[in-house]
T-cell receptor, first 112, second 114 residues
Framework: DSGVTQTPKHLITATGQRVTLRCSPR?????VYWYQQSLDQGLQFLIQ???????AKGNILERFSAQQFPDLHSELNLSSLELGDSALYFC???????????FGEGSRLTVL | AQSVAQPEDQVNVAEGNPLTVKCTYS??????LFWYVQYPNRGLQFLLK??????LVKGSYGFEAEFNKSQTSFHLKKPSALVSDSALYFC????????????FGKGTSLLVTP
């Protein structure tokens, strides 16, 4: 158990809809990263938050957004969903710059 | 950009034999390199990392990795494979230009047969 909790584990929705994925980092970790894993794109870094503020952006679509709350949990919002957004979305947290990230079990999104 | 490449989609090895999963890197500056493992329907688990120091890094579950600067490689190794080692293995490099996010390779599926 990494200590990172993600909900929901599975989500099925329709094209055009909006969903929110939630992540609770390990206790004490200030930094949260979001990744998307798909068969064709592999593991793609989406966005990072540190102590409530956006720190870095990766290959995140404009339809996607995230935030980190004062209690350090984070949410990834995906809107105007397309079939191609079907993927496994991971959250990871870390305490500092030592490098290793601790991953949650992921949220599997299926867009029909 | 900092990147890694895993040239093999799949590696097959018999139980008890040594295994190697290959990774090469392309970075500017000193590389921070990592190996992660992913079991089916699970998140990624940290195995080991190289930051500086000895070129042979020991990690979890008996895995080790050898950093080779001249060949820009960071291959994952294990002296004796177990069936339970069958999983997806990812090499990664830390990217200081992306908030120290990890850039992952495409992954190598390891299959250990009895």
């Amino acid at each position: 158990d990494s200590g990172v909790t993600q909900t929901p584990k599975h989500l099925i929705t329709a094209t055009g809809q909006r969903v929110t994925l939630r992540c609770s980092p390990r206790s004490g970790d200030l930094s949260v990263y979001w990744y998307q894993q798909s068969l064709d794109q592999g593991l793609q870094f989406l966005i990072q938050y540190y102590n409530g503020e956006e720190r870095a952006k990766g290959n995140i679509l404009e339809r996607f957004s995230a935030q980190q709350f004062p209690d350090l949990h984070s949410e990834l919002n995906l809107s105007s969903l397309e079939l191609g957004d079907s993927a496994l979305y991971f959250c990871a947290s870390t305490a500092g710059n030592t490098g290793e990230l601790f991953f949650g079990e992921g949220s599997r999104l299926t867009v029909l | 950009a900092q990147s890694v490449a895993q040239p093999e989609d799949q590696v097959n090895v018999a139980e008890g034999n040594p295994l190697t999963v290959k990774c090469t890197y392309s970075v500017s500056g000193n590389p921070y390199l990592f190996w992660y493992v992913q079991y089916p329907n699970r998140g990624l688990q940290f195995l080991l990392k190289y930051i500086t120091g000895d070129n042979l890094v020991k990690g979890s579950y008996g895995f080790e990795a050898e950093f080779n600067k001249s060949q820009t490689s960071f291959h994952l190794k294990k002296p004796s494979a177990l069936v339970s080692d069958s999983a997806l293995y990812f090499c990664a490099v830390r990217d200081p230009n992306s908030g120290y996010a990890l850039n992952f390779g495409k992954g190598t599926s390891l299959l250990v047969t009895p």
